[in-house]
């Protein structure tokens, strides 16, 4: 069964950076994607960066685009979120998710075309 450990979460000051990290296990397919999503509290849980590993194709959150590099490690099952220039209004749980996709697809990045989810990692940005 496919499994996701994300972790690199902390507190941060404003302008400050983290680095997430999503490693999933129990993989037996080579094209898939891996996304990050966040939900603040009170909000609806949201997209920040997805990717695929059929072309490393990406998506980038418009708020987050310019500040975020999403990556990955295909033979460490890991993908990366390199948050810099961190914002208070970035404070959420951040979560990763799997999802097996065709290579002819393009980058997933909706809620619902996840599968497989991890439990959260809170960042959170003080002013």
């Known amino acids: 069964d496919v499994q996701l450990q994300a972790s690199g979460g902390g507190l941060v000051q404003a302008g400050g950076f983290l680095r997430l990290s999503c490693v999933v296990s129990g993989v037996t397919f080579d094209d898939y994607a891996i996304g990050w999503f966040r939900q603040a509290p009170g909000k609806e849980r949201e997209a920040v960066s997805c990717i695929a590993t059929t072309d490393d194709s990406t998506y980038y959150a418009d708020s987050v685009k310019g500040r975020f590099t999403i990556s990955s490690d295909i033979a460490k099952n890991t993908a990366y979120l390199q ?31 996840y599968n497989y989810w991890g439990q959260g990692t809170l960042v959170t940005v003080s002013s």
């Open 83 to 113: 948050m810099n220039n961190l914002k208070p209004e970035d404070t959420a749980v951040h979560y990763c998710a799997f999802t097996i996709i065709s290579s002819s697809w393009s980058v997933p990045f909706r809620l619902y075309q």
